[in-house]
């Protein structure tokens, strides 16, 4: 894998990936994300989509799924992640909650790249609730 980062000015850069996938990134948050939000937005993705394939493997009726990510950081520099929780909420038809529970928890602990790459460092933590459709 390969990106190119460019700064474009103030504190603000263009990211690109090297599939030529673009995203902006604000230190100061005024025009996009900051970096560490998306850190936050890549484990909540990642984690996401093993819950997603995990369910429609397991041919669960799922509708939709959206992962808040709450991390709280450091307060020395650098400002790093001391934790990270995932909350998913899972939406569908019929849905089993032993198998939203093995989905998030197959995630945490053996599929999301991201949260296994951090989870040396920061303590991650997930939950998940089901709204019935």
């Known amino acids: 894998m390969e990106a190119t980062v460019t700064w474009r000015d103030g504190l603000v850069f263009d990211g690109q990936s090297g599939t030529g996938h673009a995203v902006v ?22 984690s996401s989509v ?15 799924v959206q992962c808040h990510v709450k991390g709280e950081r450091a307060d020395a520099i650098p400002a790093v992640f001391t934790t990270i929780y995932l909350h998913f909420l899972v939406r569908g038809t019929d849905l089993a909650e032993h198998h939203v ?14 949260a296994k790459m951090l989870e040396s460092s920061v303590q991650i933590t997930h939950s998940f609730a089901i709204e019935t459709e």
Do not use: F, N, T
């Open 25 to 46: 990134m604000d230190g100061d948050k005024a025009v996009a994300a900051s970096p560490m939000e998306l850190v936050l937005m890549a484990a909540g993705g990642c």
């Open 50 to 64: 093993d819950v997603v394939s995990i369910l429609q493997k397991a041919r669960q009726q799922v509708a939709g």
């Open 101 to 114: 529970e093995r989905a998030v928890a197959l995630s945490a602990d053996k599929y999301c790249s991201v």
